[in-house]
């Protein structure tokens, strides 16, 4: 591989020939290519973007330069991917929906890095259980169990692992080749059927407008269907928390009160609206009404929660939790209530200063290595057009310490805006299919 012919091409303006962005692909998960040269690659790729082509180019040629799992069971391999948000917890209940419907979901997710929660940080806050499988337990997990929610290996893409790394610190995160190239070589790589893609936009996602989300789920769509896995996307809004609790013990309290209980929020809305979507890509619905109705019958027959169930005992953790989760998650040491300051409508939101709330409570982390307390966030956060009186709550704050809750306490107060009018936003704003 001549890395300087490739670069110069980028330079140029010219898009790499498929075989040498394969063969880059590769040097960067060997090793072969240097930081310097993978940092100049990805700022070449932000300087001139690579073309509808180029991206499907590039995103197999990073999901090749490691394994790419291959499945043979009874029903088809679907999964979801969402570009994060806060209170998002769908993974967990469209995975075992999923499976209650027909489907097997060998998910492949990720932690949680700056305002945004990680799925396996998520799950993580169940006491002893585990979320790295080694291949061989994975795919004996996802034959028995239908589903598993698993970090990446370091044989899963190892080329997105490597150029990620290097995106983060030559401030070429943002570019819509290399985000697109990233997310789906991974969830390519897990061998899907199908996938459904939930693109976030507002003040709590990385996309803030409703056209830089929808740009987003067109690279994404067209990019996964081209490279031959059937894929949809919803536009959904994430100004405000999806469910009403930030924090990873929290947060499952979210996803089993939607499981196991009387919750039909937004959380739930939207997780049915998302599992919709691939069942009909994977050929398990006709139409999405009918995936909706197919979804929501396996959440409230009880279905799901005993896919839940045996997932967490698979991965190591109670064998009991649908039953016991109440008195097996983790809670904070301090709780306290934060109170309205005046009385109206709460009208605004900025979801980034309420995730960095989260994070400086411990729930997050800012770097890779930080530690997160599974205990700590916050809860009953009041919705957007809620009528409110002066002094009414419109959080709880978990925390370890009464200061840390006082700041929490203040910076929620800060974040929430009051006013005169109601806001209405949909939850989903556009469904984006091939």
């Not at 962005?21 to 990805?42: C, H, I, W």
Request: charged share 20%; hydrophobic share 45%.
């Amino acid at each position: 591989m001549d890395t300087r012919r490739l670069l110069s091409d980028l330079r140029a303006g010219r898009v790499p020939a498929p075989e040498d962005l394969r063969a880059f692909a590769l040097g960067l998960g060997t090793g072969e290519v240097s930081d310097a040269q993978a940092g100049a690659f990805a700022m070449g790729v932000c300087l001139g973007a690579l073309g509808p082509e180029g991206r499907v180019a590039l995103t197999l040629a990073m999901r090749d330069s490691g394994d790419c799992l291959r499945w043979d069971l009874n029903g088809p391999v679907l999964d979801k991917h969402s570009t994060g948000g806060l209170g998002d917890c769908t993974s967990l209940i469209i995975a075992t929906a999923l499976v209650a419907c027909g489907a097997y979901v060998p998910m492949i997710s990720g932690r949680g890095l700056g305002h945004t929660g990680g799925t396996l940080d998520k799950l993580e806050a169940i006491p002893d259980l585990r979320t790295d499988l080694s291949e061989a337990r994975l795919r004996r997990q996802v034959a028995d169990v239908g589903c598993a929610i698993v970090g990446a290996t370091g044989r899963i893409a190892p080329a997105d692992k490597r150029l990620y790394a290097v995106r983060d610190v030559t401030s070429t995160v943002d570019s819509l080749d290399l985000i697109t190239a990233s997310i789906l070589s991974k969830k390519l790589a897990a061998g899907l059927e199908a996938l459904v893609l939930d693109v976030k936009w507002g003040t709590g996602a990385f996309m803030t407008s409703p056209e830089a989300a929808r740009e987003l789920a067109l690279s994404l769509v067209g990019t996964a269907n081209a490279a031959g896995c059937p894929t949809r996307a919803l536009i959904s809004d994430m100004n405000q928390p999806l469910a009403r609790s930030m924090g990873n013990a929290l947060e499952i309290a979210e996803v089993m009160a939607v499981l196991t209980g009387p919750e039909r929020g937004a959380l739930f809305e939207l997780s049915c609206a998302l599992g919709a979507e691939v069942l009909v890509s994977g050929g398990l619905a006709a139409t999405p009404e009918e995936g909706v109705q197919r979804m929501e019958m396996a959440i409230n027959s009880g279905s799901a929660a005993e896919v839940f169930e045996r997932m967490i005992a698979a991965q190591g953790g109670p064998s009991r939790f649908a039953s016991e989760w109440g008195a097996l998650l983790p809670e904070a040491t301090v709780i306290q209530e934060v109170y309205a300051p005046e009385a109206g409508v709460v009208a605004a939101m900025d979801g980034r200063a309420l995730g960095a709330a989260v994070v400086a409570l411990g729930g997050g982390r800012l770097v890779e290595t930080d530690r997160v307390d599974p205990s700590v966030g916050i809860s009953d956060v009041a919705r957007l057009g809620d009528v409110v009186d002066r002094g009414q709550p419109i959080a709880r704050i978990h925390a370890r310490t009464e200061a840390e809750a006082e700041r929490a306490a203040q910076a929620v107060l800060a974040a929430v805006q009051i006013g005169e009018a109601p806001v209405a936003a949909p939850l989903v704003v556009e469904r984006i299919k091939a």
